[in-house]
T-cell receptor, first 115, second 110 residues
Framework: DTEVTQTPKHLVMGMTNKKSLKCEQHMGHRAMYWYKQKAKKPPELMFVYSYEKLSINESVPSRFSPECPNSSLLNLHLHALQPEDSALYLC??????????????FGPGTRLTVL | GEDVEQSLFLSVREGDSSVINCTYTDSSSTYLYWYKQEPGAGLQLLTYIFSNMDMKQDQRLTVLLNKKDKHLSLRIADTQTGDSAIYFCAERRGNNRLAFGKGNQVVVIP
């Protein structure tokens, strides 16, 4: 089983709203990732959690706040977003980023529209 | 880091072979990946190859690696309409970051 699940599938929010994206995996992976993908572009890395600790923040604006409550769950809290933040948000997980053979598996994404 | 390069668009007839190309940059040993993304979906891992290998075959998929030129290709045999998608190559870099190519859109004509 190499399944990463994400909810919701679609989300429309106003610029003053607070919402959260959720990601879950039950593969025993110890690294989880958030990516942002604009149309017809490759994914861009936002955050990496390794063993439930934030290990990489790619200078993401503070209106995006990640949280890793446990090794299976990853959240992305959204507040005061801008229309240009509209994108597909992808979650990924991998077994252990320290392994040479480590491979990232992606979820289906959440399509976010900010009005 | 330097870019991972891909050509952008390929049109192929159903039943023919498709070849998608990618140029990577890292000179050290690393893993190289092919991901498939169908419209509105996430990235599906298709296959991967270690940079010291020449070739890997997995059913209809063949990955070829030219280490001298740092050129990676993905051949899809007997292309089906379900193969219509964007294909991303990716190179594993430090801290397990993935450097993605710009993606290659494959359109299969019935």
């Amino acid at each position: 089983d190499t399944e990463v699940t994400q909810t919701p599938k679609h989300l429309v929010m106003g610029m003053t709203n607070k919402k959260s994206l959720k990601c879950e995996q039950h593969m025993g992976h110890r690294a989880m990732y958030w990516y942002k993908q604009k149309a017809k572009k490759p994914p861009e890395l936002m955050f990496v959690y390794s063993y439930e600790k934030l290990s990489i923040n790619e200078s993401v604006p503070s209106r995006f706040s990640p949280e890793c409550p446990n090794s299976s769950l990853l959240n992305l809290h959204l507040h005061a977003l801008q229309p240009e933040d509209s994108a597909l948000y992808l979650c990924a997980s991998s077994q252990d980023p320290g392994l040479v053979t480590d491979t990232q598996y992606f979820g289906p994404g959440t399509r976010l529209t900010v009005l | 880091g330097e870019d991972v390069e891909q050509s952008l668009f390929l049109s192929v007839r159903e039943g023919d072979s498709s070849v998608i190309n990618c140029t990577y940059t890292d000179s050290s040993s690393t893993y190289l990946y092919w991901y498939k993304q169908e419209p509105g979906a996430g990235l599906q891992l298709l296959t991967y190859i270690f940079s010291n290998m020449d070739m890997k075959q997995d059913q209809r998929l063949t990955v070829l690696l030219n280490k001298k030129d740092k050129h990676l290709s993905l051949r899809i045999a007997d292309t089906q309409t379900g193969d219509s998608a964007i294909y991303f190559c990716a190179e594993r870099r430090g801290n397990n970051r993935l450097a993605f190519g710009k993606g290659n859109q494959v359109v299969v004509i019935p």
